[in-house]
């Protein structure tokens, strides 16, 4: 089974802060991405990558950054924390092999800003 | 660019009963995939569909594809409450590996 993990299920941080959300999945993915989620506006992508030490914009990238030093690690780096990046997170991969097209979710990181 | 749209957003249904829900896409996608959300979770994938024609079936869920119509549904057969939950459908681009996801539909069953 895909297993895609996240670092912390609820994370609590002030505004100003630097904030770290880390992603690992386990199959040997190629494609990972970053979503948030939040009421009535759907899942929308802030980035993604294709392949270690590659990156792509997705819709909403405005104060965030990523870092995929390794195959099976992306993370999403929130630079100054702001009260509007109060939302669930979500992390997902793909392969581009056989299967290729679906995406496999971590469990998602709540994370509140105040 | 595709774009996704799925109706109704919410549906509120009895017990037993049967409904569908909607999903259409705007431009040639290559597969589309239905997903399922429980509050305070996160997204689970149901189906796969590849092609023209697709059907899948498990247990009271059944999802279809017409890729002329550019048109999934998701069937729901007599209902139960398990079945509560955000219900959603992505499409692939055309190229590359992104999906682009419908803003969900919340089903609530009522007993």
């Known amino acids: 089974d895909v297993k895609v993990t996240q670092s912390s299920r609820y994370l609590v941080k002030r505004t100003g802060e630097k904030v770290f959300l880390e992603c690992v999945q386990d199959?040997?993915?190629?494609?990972m991405f970053w979503y948030r989620q939040d009421p009535g506006l759907g899942l929308r992508l802030i980035y993604f990558?294709?392949?270690?030490?590659?990156?792509e914009k997705g819709d909403i990238p405005e104060g965030y950054s990523v870092s995929r030093e390794k195959k099976e690690r992306f993370s999403l780096i929130l630079e100054s924390a702001s009260t509007n990046q109060t939302s669930m997170y979500l992390c997902?991969?793909?392969?581009?092999?056989?299967?290729?097209?679906?995406?496999?979710f971590g469990p998602g990181t709540r994370l509140t800003v105040t | 660019e595709l774009k996704v749209e799925q109706n109704p957003l919410f549906l509120s249904m009895q017990e037993g009963k049967n409904y569908t829900i909607y999903c259409n896409y705007s431009t040639t996608s290559d597969r589309l995939y239905w997903y399922r959300q429980d509050p305070g979770k996160s997204l689970e994938s149901l189906f796969v569909l590849l092609s023209n024609g697709a059907v899948k079936q498990e247990g009271r869920l059944m999802a279809s594809l017409d890729t002329k119509a550019r048109l999934s549904t998701l069937h729901i057969t007599a209902a139960v409450h398990d079945l509560s939950a955000t219900y959603f459908c992505a499409g692939l681009m055309e190229y590359g590996n992104k999906l682009v996801f419908g803003a969900g539909t919340i089903l609530r069953v009522k007993s």
């Open positions: 199959m040997d993915h190629e494609n």
């Open positions: 997902a991969s793909s392969s581009s092999g056989a299967g290729w097209g679906e995406q496999y």
């Open positions: 990558s294709y392949d270690v030490k590659m990156k």
